[in-house]
């Protein structure tokens, strides 16, 4: 099972930007396909993203159409999340996970490995 480790997070204006970077432990993450989910207080886990083992393969919820983009480094063990034109509706605690078996990657339950989660916070 991966192990792993989130950083990138902060406090940033609206409108600016922010890269999410997940780190996983292990020979095994070209297995996985990765995820991005976001947390806001108050609310349920929401999926955010998901890119197949070899990063052919990406999607995106709508609300993050056109701003977010997830990406995958292969030969790093490392998952990004590039995050553009940010919001205060996105401001939330974002996790990224991991999935081994195919399945409904927009489904939380899908992902057997999480991250501890990195804080993104957006000011208007």
């Known amino acids: 099972q991966a192990q792993l480790v989130e950083s990138g997070g902060g406090l940033v204006q609206a409108g600016g930007s922010l890269r999410l970077s997940c780190t996983a432990s292990?020979?095994?993450?070209?297995?996985?396909?990765m995820g991005w989910f976001r947390q806001a207080p108050g609310k349920e886990r929401e999926f955010v993203s998901f890119?197949?083992?070899?990063?052919?393969?990406?999607y995106n919820i709508d609300s993050v159409k056109g701003r977010f983009t997830i990406s995958r480094d292969n030969a790093k063990n490392t998952v990004y999340l590039q995050m553009n034109s940010l919001k205060s509706e996105d401001t939330a605690v974002y996790y990224c996970?991991?999935?081994?078996?195919?399945?409904?990657?927009?489904?939380?339950?899908?992902?057997?490995?999480w991250g501890q989660g990195t804080q993104v916070t957006v000011s208007s």
């Open positions: 292990g020979r095994t993450f070209s297995s996985y396909t």
């Open positions: 890119i197949s083992w070899s990063g052919s393969a990406t």
């Open positions: 996970a991991a999935a081994y078996a195919r399945s409904n990657y927009r489904l939380a339950t899908s992902y057997t490995s």
